[in-house]
């Protein structure tokens, strides 16, 4: 029986696509080991066109960040009727959304840090709130613009404010936690095990701790106590 003809998304338009490029095609890669048939679509603003033509028998999504992740490739799809991987659109969309996937988390019962959502610009000269705390674009992925307000600065970064800021003007304003980064993929109605992160020469994991070689490492499973761990995978 012949293999079924995968097309892969990749690349995009958005702060991402660097990553997105290496790792779309080493999943092409991956995938013409085994024997697909792959094309390659290094994602535009016409890639509806593109697939109606090719009609893959399913799409492997590996696009990153806004367009990618956020529902809208997703949406494309659903109304070709092609199959794809990954999250379907109102799982994609909110979690994109900081704001809404925050209100979708509290009200699963699950303790969120101390937040407002405000325009850039209106954070001025003035703390938004007490130090420590996190800037972060309320729909950006891979920790593009996230700034920690340390204790001891007495105010707001300026890039916040400044034409270099690049992430949209909306942006949530986070009370800062410090914690361990843990993290437990879901594959359908699965948790599977929890891997920590830990940065390495980073004070967060940021982009570079996240994707240059040596940046982090990772532990599988993740060396906290069983009652830890199970409560991460089946929060209660």
Known sequence: MAKKHVAVLLGGFSAERPVSLSSGNACAD?????????????????????????????????????????????GILEYLEIPYTHSGVLASALAMDKERAKRVAKAAGIPVAEARVMNRFDIGNKHPMKPPYVVKPVKEGSSFGVVIVQEDQSHPPQVIGSSDWRYGDTVMVERYIHGRELTCAVMGDVALGVTEIIPVGHTFYDYDAKYVAGGSKHECPAKVSPIIYQKYRHWR
């Open 30 to 74: 991956a995938l013409e080991g085994e024997g697909y048939k792959v094309t390659r679509i290094d994602v535009t603003r016409d890639v509806s066109s593109v697939l109606a033509e090719l009609r893959p028998d399913v799409v492997f999504n590996a696009l990153h960040g806004p367009f990618g992740e956020d529902g809208t490739i997703q």
